[in-house]
């Protein structure tokens, strides 16, 4: 399966050239990837809608700058909630 996000769109979005960052970054895609699986409480599909992979981006720019732990900013679950699976 294609994943949602390439790692040249996140290098674009972090504004990283070379390649030092990439095991990084695709390791805090891979954490990201599951904080949004988790919240919405469903797998994300290869297509996903566009305040989704905004979502993730800004995900990973958080982990990726913040690395002690700071919370998520709300704007995440913001773009996330609309997309949220209702399990009641």
Known sequence: ???????????????IDGEE????LTALYA???EHC???????????V???????????IAHFYEQRTGEDIP????AL???YRESRW
């Open 49 to 59: 809608p566009m305040p989704v992979k905004q979502a993730l981006l800004i995900l």
């Open 21 to 24: 960052e990439n095991s990084l």
């Open 1 to 15: 399966m294609a994943e949602v996000l390439t790692l040249t769109e996140i290098k674009e979005y972090l504004r």
């Open 31 to 33: 954490a990201a990837k």
């Open 80 to 82: 996330l909630t609309p």
């Open 74 to 77: 709300k704007v995440v679950y």
């Open 37 to 47: 699986e988790n919240y919405l409480q469903a797998p994300l599909p290869s297509e």
